[in-house]
């Protein structure tokens, strides 16, 4: 199976700040990668499919980048309710798998 | 607008049998490769099952091969996933996913909670 690795596992961020998670492959997985928000209670959000492709109705603040092995997901300004839980997924080979998961917290 | 709405989920003891369905509209179902992916409280996101758009291929994780079966009905635009001897560790949210793929978009339901406990 491929293994995903988000980095880094947690962090804190203050409104308006940049933020980039980053997300590595074990091994390389061409564009086949989304990236997905969830809050608490909530079921994911689909955010960005094919590595760098917005998801529809998701604002431009959220962008992703990436191939082969290594992919980040970057939110331009960071905004309340965007604090949440971010996974990354591949989809190159069953089964599908997902990264451990990056979490932003207030500062 | 894609929505997927699953049900069935509740308390079962150790060793019982559920069966999850998942309602899915505004998009052609029969099209669509599908997927279960849970979550157990606490913890990140494990795929469980897909079936392709015809229901001819099916996949399994580990943990639940021989034990759970994926299965649908395009004419009826549903999803399903029976599970049968169903642990402790079963225990999570179970979601139903059209997951993305190189030029379509994903989608998720609420899920359903399945609680296995005596």
């Known amino acids: 199976d491929i293994q995903l690795t988000q980095s880094p596992s947690s962090l804190s961020a203050s409104v308006g700040d940049r933020v980039t998670i980053t997300c590595r492959a074990s091994?390389?997985?061409?564009?086949?990668l989304a990236w997905f928000q969830q809050k608490p209670g909530k079921a994911p959000k689909s955010l960005i499919y094919?590595?760098?492709s917005l998801q529809s109705g998701v604002p431009s603040k959220f962008s992703g980048s990436g191939s082969g092995t290594d992919f980040t997901l970057t939110i331009s300004s960071l905004q309340p309710e965007d604090f949440a839980t971010y996974y990354c997924?591949?989809?190159?080979?069953?089964?599908?798998?997902f990264g451990g998961g990056t979490k932003v917290e207030i500062k | 607008e894609v929505q997927l709405v699953e049900s069935g989920g509740g308390l079962v003891q150790p060793g019982g049998s559920l069966r999850l369905s998942c309602a899915a509209s505004?998009?052609?179902?029969?099209?669509?490769?599908m997927n279960w992916v849970r979550q157990a409280p606490g913890k990140g996101l494990e795929w469980v099952s897909y079936?392709?758009?015809?229901?001819?291929?099916?996949y399994y994780a580990d943990s639940v091969k021989g034990r759970f079966t994926i299965s649908r009905d395009n004419a009826k635009k549903s999803l399903y996933l029976h599970m049968n001897s169903l642990r402790a560790e079963d225990t999570a949210v179970y979601y139903c996913?059209?997951?993305?793929?190189?030029?379509?978009?994903?989608?998720w339901g609420q899920g359903t909670l399945v609680t296995v406990s005596s």
């Open positions: 091994q390389g997985i061409s564009n086949y």
């Open positions: 079936i392709s758009s015809s229901g001819s291929t099916k």
């Open positions: 997924q591949q989809y190159n080979s069953y089964p599908p798998t």
């Open positions: 094919a590595a760098s």
């Open positions: 505004g998009f052609t179902f029969s099209s669509y490769e």
């Open positions: 996913a059209r997951l993305p793929t190189v030029t379509t978009m994903g989608y």
